[in-house]
């Protein structure tokens, strides 16, 4: 299993980015993909997570409105469009898949290596 993110950078508050994930090694088109994110000193958070079906989709409350996830399966792709982005989403946002709640914060049994992704006020 490979994952492997792209597109985090500095940005100011209300901009936008668009982070993507490559995968490969497993069969993507099968699998419910997540965005999770990590912030300095916090524990795993998910962030989305899209499935092939269209009541798979789901956003954490702090980015509905915000941010809109989407795949390509065809390229086994993965994507986060994030809009009018704020200091709050400061954090290392990873693709990950098999993510599980601990009740203390999230378990992934694999991710990529991260990409960072900095709002300034």
């Known amino acids: 299993v490979q994952l492997v993110e792209s597109g985090g950078t500095l940005v100011q508050a209300g901009g936008s980015l668009r982070l993507s994930c490559a995968a490969s090694?497993?069969?993507?088109?099968?699998?419910?993909m997540w965005w999770v994110r990590q912030a300095p000193g916090k524990g795993l958070e998910w962030v989305s997570r899209?499935?092939?079906?269209?009541?798979?989709?789901d956003y954490t409350d702090e980015v509905k409105g915000r941010f809109t996830v989407s795949r390509d399966n065809a390229k086994n792709m993965f994507y986060l469009q994030m809009n009018n982005l704020k200091p709050a989403d400061t954090a290392v946002y990873y693709c990950?898949?098999?993510?599980?709640?601990?009740?203390?914060?999230?378990?992934?049994?694999?991710r990529g290596q991260g990409t960072q992704v900095t709002v300034s006020s």
């Open positions: 090694g497993f069969t993507f088109s099968r699998v419910v």
């Open positions: 899209l499935g092939n079906l269209p009541e798979s989709i």
């Open positions: 990950a898949k098999g993510c599980v709640d601990t009740g203390d914060g999230y378990n992934c049994n694999s």
